[in-house]
């Protein structure tokens, strides 16, 4: 079955970086495009970066210039490097696809960005 893990959350100061990993399984990675979403407290969930199965990527305008999103597709890993953190970055962080018409989450990592 399909799963999605995400790993490398944290506390982090303003400023810093972070880099996160969503590692897949279940289905044929490659083929298939990944996205990274967030969810601030009181706040809907957001989608802020994609990457599709040719690795052409976006970044929602909030994070452009300081998050970049990547793929491994020999160790089946999405990843998104963040850098230059703001307090407002805080969120949980979740990563997804869509297989065979379904959406798959992951179950989140934290990210807190002190000032």
């Known amino acids: 079955q399909v799963q999605i893990v995400e790993s490398g959350g944290g506390l982090v100061q303003s400023g810093g970086s972070l880099r996160l990993s969503c590692a897949a399984s279940?289905?044929?990675?490659?083929?298939?495009?990944m996205a990274w979403y967030r969810q601030a407290p009181g706040k809907q969930r957001e989608l802020i970066a994609f990457?599709?199965?040719?690795?052409?990527?976006n970044h929602t305008d909030s994070v452009k210039g300081r998050f970049t999103i990547s793929r491994d597709n020999a160790k089946n890993t999405v990843y998104l490097q963040m850098d230059s953190l703001k307090p407002e970055d805080t969120a949980v962080y979740y990563c997804?696809?869509?297989?065979?018409?379904?959406?798959?989450w992951g179950q989140g990592t934290q990210v807190t960005v002190s000032s």
């Open positions: 997804n696809t869509n297989f065979m018409q379904r959406i798959y």
């Open positions: 279940g289905f044929t990675f490659s083929r298939y495009a």
């Open positions: 990457i599709s199965s040719l690795a052409n990527t």
